[in-house]
């Protein structure tokens, strides 16, 4: 069984860096693109970041371009997301995504629960 | 970048058809997906590649992609499928994801 859980959320200052995991298991990780996708309180999703299966080619959404840089761990089944610059408006629930296909980018296919990062003085 | 527009709300009475568009320009030329998320939950695919159903989803939930319009139909609406549905593309052209923001469905 596919399972995804996101790890390192918690309560950082504006201008800090925080660093999540998505400890993956259920499949060959190496073989497919994970992203991260975020959700403000009260608010719609938002993507953030993927990493093809290879981690060869990386994407980012422009909001956090610079700032945020997406890596994987083959050894150790896990994806990362370094968050640095952090604002106010990062504050949500990250979510960890795993992409359905091994050949496109198209959907996701199972999620993680998420972990809360509040940006705040 | 490309934009995709969603109704905020439907309502619906049990046992009737809830139907949720998302709009995009030429969206038919694009494979859409359709997630529904339940109140403190993850979000949960229901319909890939414009009309497909992941096992477990129930036969209710159908999608069709065509113009600039793709629809998500909920047919026989229970009282479960009240959560907020949200349709998503991959735009190849910016390698980005593209969510719409979501359509709060309320079973009255």
């Known amino acids: 069984e596919v399972h995804l859980l996101e790890s390192g959320g918690g309560l950082v200052q504006p201008g800090g860096s925080l660093r999540l995991s998505c400890a993956a298991s259920?499949?060959?990780?190496?073989?497919?693109?994970v992203s991260w996708v975020r959700q403000p309180p009260g608010k719609g999703l938002e993507w953030v970041s993927a990493?093809?299966?290879?981690?060869?080619?990386?994407y980012y959404a422009d909001s956090v371009k610079g700032r945020f840089t997406i890596s994987r761990d083959h050894s150790k089944n896990t994806a990362y997301l370094q968050m640095n610059s952090l604002r106010a408006e990062d504050t949500a629930v990250y979510y960890c995504?795993?992409?359905?296909?091994?050949?496109?980018?198209?959907?996701?296919?199972?999620w993680g629960q998420g972990t809360l990062v509040t940006v705040s003085s | 970048s490309y934009v995709l527009t969603q109704p905020p709300s439907v309502s619906v009475a049990p046992g009737q058809t809830a139907r949720i568009t998302c709009g995009g320009k030429?969206?038919?030329?694009?494979?859409v997906h359709w997630y529904q998320q339940k109140p403190g939950q993850a979000p949960v695919v229901v319909v890939y590649?414009?009309?497909y159903r992941p096992s477990g989803i129930p036969e209710r939930f159908s999608g069709s992609d065509s113009g600039n319009t793709a629809t998500l139909t909920i047919s026989r609406v229970e009282a479960g499928d009240e959560a907020d549905y949200y349709c998503?593309?991959?735009?190849?052209?910016?390698?980005?994801?593209?969510f719409g923001i979501g359509t709060k469905v309320t079973v009255l």
């Open positions: 998503q593309v991959w735009d190849s052209g910016s390698d980005h994801y593209v």
């Open positions: 030429n969206i038919g030329t694009k494979s």
């Open positions: 590649d414009d009309t």
């Open positions: 995504a795993k992409v359905k296909s091994t050949l496109s980018m198209e959907v996701f296919d199972y």
């Open positions: 990493i093809s299966g290879s981690g060869g080619t990386t």
């Open positions: 259920g499949f060959t990780f190496s073989s497919y693109a």
